[in-house]
């Protein structure tokens, strides 16, 4: 919303430092376009992520279960999270290729 409304935004700082994309560039443009229903636009500002989004958020709902019931998280869960975190640091180094 800060980017919405001020149309102020922060560059990437290892984008800055190493002129490089990081995993998540593109993150602050992919959610101004879902703002405006613009799926075109979100994936092509980061694809990985925007077809993870539903998985992410699956993990963080269930994080927050894990937490509240304070139990520990499933094998399932920890397969999941891992594989993404795995798939996110791959992509973060082919999309510079």
Same mark, same amino acid.
């Given at each position: ?8 935004? *922060? ?22 376009? %879902? ?20 998985? *992410?958020?699956?993990? *963080? ?26 798939? %996110?640091?791959?992509?973060? *180094?082919?999309?510079?290729?």
């Amino acid at each position: 919303m800060w980017v919405k409304i001020t149309g102020i935004s *922060i560059e990437c700082p290892i984008r800055a430092i190493t002129g490089y994309y990081c995993p998540g560039c593109g993150v602050t443009t992919l959610f101004l376009c %879902l703002s405006v229903f613009d799926f075109c636009g979100a994936f092509h500002a980061n694809p990985f992520l925007f077809v993870l989004l539903p998985v *992410i958020f699956w993990l *963080i709902v269930q994080d927050e279960i894990y937490r509240t019931n304070n139990r520990q998280h499933n094998k399932t869960y920890n397969k999941i999270a891992i594989t993404t975190i795995i798939i %996110l640091v791959a992509y973060g *180094i082919i999309r510079n290729i």
